[in-house]
């Protein structure tokens, strides 16, 4: 069949080449100049892998699995508030992955045939009929396809067109700031692996290991009006975290605004009603844009690519509907639970006064054993 993905995020490029090695004839069409992904560091999780594993893209990623004994939830000073044994997790499920999201891109975008990609091409507009798809670009026709996969983002312009009443994005008042460095020599690794939380500002500080020498660290903090710029972000969290664990601010301060990176915090406003709609299908972000507290944005689109790739294998173009309804049913309740987890997730991190206090105290009194199995349970679904 003649398949068009649309947008060369991590997923997208995910779903072409498990398609193209299906024997489709697939282009990918990116609004950018060129084919890259910019940004830091990006948690891969067990069920991500898995996912690569069956496009057969994974090799590149399990070289950068996470190596530590112990992560969990900490206070801003560095106190244990809940303790999880990653060792004993993943003896259940596979390792993470932590890796550049550059060089995870590259891996992933290796197999494609050059060919196949078209960048400076923004398809604003699909035109379905009875037989294919219309691909409309700069208001001309780019493409006729049996199939298309729309992967263009958390803004997808062609989720907007395909379900005109939904709300599309809501905010949810915070701020991701994001950064990496070198890791610094003798650095001691109690916070590696870790997140920290403050009762009192709900702010949040993470931290993990790209490699052997590099750290990839994340803030998740209210946000006030217009997000600011990296320079101004930067001094913003240097003084909410002043008085945090040493490490922290440190960490913050080494690093330069150049190599910073701040977003607003937005999720889908309600689940999408269908993630098919005759011959177009939509993954990742467009699909079921979620906060980042859980670490499953990438995973997710992952899934997606494998779901449909496997679903689409040997389709023909008359089934390419029921084959994208099947889709639908696979993977919609799933990636849905895990959007409403990630909003109870953030939620629950970003408390302050009592609400926080009776969070703090609770997680002091759950078992690690528990908090290790909950962990893996969610590795594994």
């Known amino acids: 069949m003649r398949i068009v993905v649309v947008g060369a995020g991590l997923g997208g490029v995910a779903a072409a080449v498990g398609l193209h090695r299906t024997g489709h004839e697939v282009t990918l ?15 891969v999780m067990p069920n991500g892998l898995r996912a690569l594993d ?27 508030l809940l303790v999880t044994d990653l060792a004993q997790a993943q003896q259940v499920v596979l390792t993470p992955a932590m890796i550049d999201r550059a060089e995870l891109h590259r891996a992933l975008r290796a197999p494609l045939p050059p060919g196949l990609v078209r960048t400076r091409t923004p398809v604003e507009r699909l035109q379905p009929d009875s037989t294919g798809v219309t691909v409309i670009s700069e208001g001309e026709p780019v493409a006729r396809a049996d199939a298309v996969i729309a992967a263009d983002g958390i803004g997808s312009k062609l989720r907007a067109q395909l379900f005109p009443g939904h709300p599309g994005l809501r905010r949810t008042g915070r701020m991701d700031l994001r950064g990496m460095l070198p890791r610094p020599p003798g650095m001691a690794p109690d916070l590696l692996t870790s997140q920290l939380v403050d009762r009192r500002s709900g702010a949040m500080f993470g931290l993990f290991p790209v490699g052997e020498d590099r750290l990839y660290w994340f803030t998740d903090s209210l946000l006030h009006g217009t997000p600011p710029g990296a320079d101004e972000a930067r001094r913003q969290m240097l003084s909410l975290m002043a008085d945090w664990h040493p490490l922290v601010t440190a960490l913050i301060e080494a690093t330069s605004p150049d190599a910073i990176y701040v977003d607003p915090i937005a999720r889908l406003a309600e689940p999408l009603p269908s993630f098919a709609t005759g011959r177009i299908a939509l993954l990742g972000d467009a699909a079921h844009a979620m906060p980042p507290d859980l670490g499953q944005g990438a995973s997710q689109a992952f899934e997606d690519a494998a779901a449909l790739t496997r679903h689409l294998a040997d389709a023909e173009p008359a089934d390419v509907a029921q084959r994208l309804l099947r889709y639908d049913a696979e993977r919609r309740p799933r990636a849905n639970r895990m959007m409403l987890a990630a909003a109870r997730q953030s939620r629950l991190t970003s408390q302050t006064g009592v609400a926080a206090w009776l969070r703090d105290t609770l997680l002091r009194a759950m078992p690690s054993r528990l908090a290790t199995r909950q962990l893996a349970a969610l590795w594994q679904a």
């Open 54 to 80: 069956a496009l057969g893209l994974a090799e590149d990623v399990r070289g950068h699995v996470i190596h530590a004994a112990r992560g969990g939830l900490r206070d801003w000073r560095g106190r244990p």
């Open 29 to 43: 069409f990116e609004r950018a100049v060129e084919l890259r992904e910019a940004g830091t560091g990006i948690v």
